[in-house]
């Protein structure tokens, strides 16, 4: 007889019993209806006395408020915006201007975080204890109170238009913002986006073949100069035969203020420091954990071969770190981006201020509002996650992992 002939049969209801409720059987299945059923009941008593408040107040529910008129202006807009347009063209201004120093404070964030990690590593007694004291010191202070000292103690103390610091006599930095050159448009703008993309993409074309070169036939090239004759050479090239791609409006003082140019708002400039110099301190400490999480015999493997310390930790040691950097890493980047809410204390036009601000106290729509405003930031996580789960599957698979 075979040893299926010799098991009991399958208690087929026992194993449903078990799928369903656990191992407390019935009684799990039970106690997870009456869970669900709380809920159920909890989110429609919610719902009826939102309903009922809204009722009595007069105020009527839906997202139709979006098409009215918003009635006031914004300091600074990424799109043309006026008082005349409607609210939903404030949410677009709103989340454009929190997406602007989310990605420029990610950018300047990961730069200088991994800048004061390493120097935090470096053999340099100075240089250590000075990234080290910069990471005590500012990741130890609230952030709104970094954002206040910059704008109040920095900014705000500059000198009036009248009186600009002045660059060049082209850029001029005063308490009401840093006034720069304005681009604008030449015809030869789209043939030198062409010279320059073909270019990038040559360069990086150049990058991958250079590496399989060194890992697999174990010879380095030098592609630099090439790279540089690429990203040079194809844009001149452009700019010779089709003309400049941009002329600049250079700002000019008339009066008791500028003309001309584009003006960067203190407010940004403010928040944007603050921003930068608060998430840089936890990525610094991210990635020297990172770091040290390599075995030091990569490191001494890759000096005795001859390579120098910068292209050991480039090639060999940071690779292999990238896999204990990301996860943290990932969310840093979410705290920067929901951290810019605190834009609202100095009165950058995010999405906080401009909508589930001025346009909540104007409608009075707060649940709607609330609602999109929560979805807005959600979806903004999601997306930065997804990326960054995309580029640490990807590392996996060239590292082997």
């Known amino acids: 007889m075979s040893i299926e002939a010799r098991l009991p049969p399958p208690q087929y209801g026992l194993r449903l019993k078990r799928m369903l409720g656990g191992k407390a059987g019935w009684n799990g299945i039970i106690l997870q209806i009456l869970f669900v059923a709380v809920l159920v009941w909890v989110g429609y008593e919610i719902v009826a006395n939102a309903r009922s408040n809204l009722a009595a107040q007069r105020i009527t529910s839906g997202f139709g408020f979006l098409?009215?008129?918003a009635g006031f202006d914004v300091n600074q807009t990424l799109i043309s915006y006026s008082g005349s347009d409607t609210y939903s063209r404030?949410?677009?201004?709103?989340?454009?201007?929190?997406?602007?120093v989310s990605v420029i404070g990610i950018v300047l964030a990961t730069i200088l975080g991994f800048l004061v990690a390493l120097g935090r590593l470096s053999p340099n007694a100075l240089l250590s204890r000075v990234s080290g004291a910069y990471v005590e010191l500012i990741r130890n202070l609230p952030l709104l109170f970094q954002i206040l000292f910059w704008y109040l103690a920095v900014l705000a103390a500059?000198?009036?238009?009248?009186?600009?610091?002045?660059?060049?006599?082209?850029?001029?930095?005063?308490?009401?913002?840093?006034?720069?050159?304005?681009p604008v448009e030449e015809p030869g703008l789209m043939p030198f986006l062409i010279a320059l993309g073909v270019a990038i993409v040559g360069s990086i074309g150049l990058h991958y073949y250079a590496r399989h070169e060194l890992f697999v036939r174990g010879h380095a090239m030098r592609i630099w100069p090439y790279v540089v004759g690429l990203l040079v050479g194809l844009p001149v090239v452009a700019i010779v035969v089709f003309?400049?791609?941009i002329a600049f409006e250079v700002p000019a003082l008339k009066g008791f203020n500028f003309a001309g140019g584009s003006r960067i708002i203190p407010e940004l400039v403010a928040l944007t420091l603050a921003l930068t110099m608060y998430t840089a301190?936890?990525?610094a400490e991210v990635v020297r954990a990172g770091i040290l999480s390599v075995h030091k015999g990569q490191m001494e493997a890759g000096l005795s071969l001859g390579l120098s310390r910068g292209t050991v930790l480039r090639l060999i040691v940071v690779p292999q770190a990238?896999?204990?950097?990301l996860p943290p890493l990932t969310n840093q980047y979410l705290n920067l981006t929901k951290n810019s809410s605190l834009?609202?204390?100095?009165g950058y036009p995010d999405l906080v201020s401009v909508f589930a601000g001025t346009t909540m106290s104007q409608t009075g729509q707060a649940i709607e509002i609330i609602g999109i405003t929560m979805g807005v930031y959600l979806a903004l996580s999601l997306i930065t996650s997804a990326m960054m789960s995309f580029y640490s599957w990807r590392l996996g698979k060239r590292l082997g992992a």
């Open 67 to 69: 098409n009215n008129t």
């Open 90 to 100: 404030v949410l677009i201004v709103g989340v454009l201007n929190t997406l602007l």
């Open 158 to 182: 500059l000198p009036g238009p009248r009186q600009s610091i002045s660059l060049f006599s082209t850029f001029f930095l005063n308490n009401r913002g840093f006034i720069v050159p304005r």
């Open 243 to 245: 003309g400049a791609p």
């Open 281 to 283: 301190s936890f990525i």
């Open 322 to 325: 990238l896999r204990v950097i």
């Open 343 to 346: 834009a609202v204390a100095i």
